[in-house]
């Protein structure tokens, strides 16, 4: 040791007596002085990695100080180097290393089976193979632009013959394509706004003369009684009195289907010898409300019309109620309206929960657009978008299918959508995958 090369130790220790039994003191100092004594003596409670004494053996610090150990502190991980390192083994071009198929500082390694020599011009490979680091290099390999594996989208990108603005593609509800944020619904748009009039999914596009194939006096098209635009149709259109008393020019099974009554052939609103009756009345929904439609609307809307004459302002709607019951079989006396506004299920009119009550719905298996089966109720499992597979009693019995395909959705999570609701939540689709292949993850 470093110490007893320096002669640190009292005369007494340094001839093995032990302490206490010498009339020497042993911080060091002897009759005549004190030595320089390096502080690695065990028996004087001394600091071992102090002054010299820094490469003692029972210093913890030894065995990765750069000035004790230099190859520790250099090749040894638990000291923070890395055998990786110039002068430790294996060095930088080891298996494993950073370096290893660097073919500047490991030129030997060049065509290693670990450094893909299957991609190195050098080594008979392919560089633009399945695979390569640089397979998808517009510079080195310009063929593998516009693959699958290098381009996500080829058919929206311009340079591979796409269409950006196409159905699904990135950019279709952005700047770029001005024409779907005006007419493309999925955009915000609609069919039938100004400079939209001739796109397919516009009600009028066939009634307008100016889009491919329109007619102005086809059926149920606005003009088609104008006697102007369309005298050709004269013998079909005849007055017609609508509920709400006014009279418009129509033919007979537009105007009954409107909820009107024709007046007959060759009749017109400016001859009839009496103005058209009024014949709304007022209509009484179960929640108590009431709105003043003909019999026909309030019919169609499981209204209880109150009959000719009467009117909402001098009618006062009684609210009936419905047993509305839940999932975990609670019950509670609503209006059918609220009942289905807060997720019930109504149990029919003049049901209570006095008298009729509700039970548990029970669990089935329920297969989800992801693939996956769970145990649901009937409302969760139409909620969460599944279906009842048929006959099967349990989920390891049942086939579920995934259905749709993957949405990105612009928070980074992924759920399985079809292409319309991913559309609408301003995800990215990817047909045919599921999220469990991770296709939302950062590249």
Known sequence: MICVLLGCLSPALAQGVPPGESDQPIDGTVAGGRYSCCTCNPFGNCDCCGGVCICESACPSTFCNAVCNPGNALCRTQCGGSPCNVGCSPGPCGSGCPD???????????????????CNLLCGGNPCGSGCPDECSTIVCPQNECSARCEPHPECNLLCG???????????????????????????????????????????????PFCAGGDACAANCPDECSPILCPHNAAICEACCLPDGSCTFRPADRCLSDGGIPQGQDSDCESLPQACPVRLQA?????????DVSPLECLSSRGRAQGTGSVCSDTTCPISTVACCFADGSC????????????????????????????????????????????????????????????????????????????????????????????????????????????????
């Open 162 to 208: 796409g269409d950006p603005c196409g159905d699904g593609c990135p950019d279709e509800c952005t700047a770029l394509c001005p024409a779907n944020l005006l007419c493309n619904p999925t955009c915000g748009g609609a069919p039938c706004n100004v400079g939209c009039i001739c796109e397919p999914d516009c009600p009028t596009t066939r009634c307008s």
């Open 283 to 291: 209509c009484c929904a179960s929640d108590g409300s009431c709105t």
């Open 332 to 443: 509670y006396d609503s209006s059918p309206r609220d009942c289905r506004n807060g997720g019930g299920t109504s149990s029919g009119r003049g049901t209570t929960c006095a008298v009729d009550g509700c039970t548990a719905q029970q669990t089935r298996p329920c297969c989800l657009p992801d693939g996956t089966c769970a145990e649901l109720t009937r409302d969760d499992c139409s909620a969460g978008g599944g279906r009842f597979p048929r006959g099967v009693q349990q989920c390891a019995d049942a086939q579920c299918t995934p259905r749709g395909g993957a949405c990105c959705l612009p928070d980074g999570s992924c759920q399985m959508q079809s292409r319309w609701k991913c559309r609408r939540a301003s995800g990215v689709y990817h047909a045919g995958e599921t999220c469990a292949s991770s296709p939302c993850a950062a590249p």
């Open 100 to 118: 290893e198929c660097n073919d500047i500082v490991c030129p030997q390694n060049l065509c290693a089976s670990q450094c893909q020599p299957e």
